[in-house]
């Protein structure tokens, strides 16, 4: 792990130490990732012979570049996780997305509010709005 990972980590983790917190976390995140993935698959840009993009593809493109400045093999964990969301996000309807997207947020502010009683992170530091999801993701695989 880099030492601007380890950075971004220790002052995510100060933001995140309750289990009522973290626990809302596991389960928000994930929801407004693939929330925004399956949003953004709805915004075509090029379309040449066949193969086409879309934002969705240009935003996972853009956060694996940032999180491949920090930790390589974590940055194609989850690469292999935005995959899945592009993918699985491709079928599902944007009213399910938008719910997904208010439903993550909800589990995030009752986290900090409810449980932390402190604001979170990223009122302080944008950069933890991509921190947050690769934090759960290095927590998971035991490397947080």
Avoid at 91 to 105: K, Y
């Amino acid at each position: 792990m880099t030492p601007a990972l380890q950075g971004h980590f220790d002052d995510y983790a100060s933001f995140h130490r309750t289990a009522g917190n973290q626990a809302c976390h596991y389960v928000g995140i994930p929801f407004i990732v693939f929330a925004i993935v399956a949003l953004l698959e709805r915004v075509p840009l090029v379309s040449v012979s066949g193969w086409s993009t879309t934002l969705a593809e240009i935003a996972i493109l853009g956060a694996t570049l940032f999180y491949l400045r920090l930790d390589v093999p974590l940055a194609a964990m989850m690469l292999v996780a935005f995959a899945v969301f592009d993918v699985a996000g491709r079928g599902v309807p944007a009213t399910i997305a938008w719910g997904l997207f208010v439903v993550g947020w909800a589990f995030q502010f009752i986290g900090h509010y409810v449980y932390e009683k402190r604001a979170p992170a990223f009122y302080k530091n944008l950069a933890h709005l991509l921190v947050g999801p690769l934090w759960i993701l290095a927590k998971g695989v035991g490397r947080a």
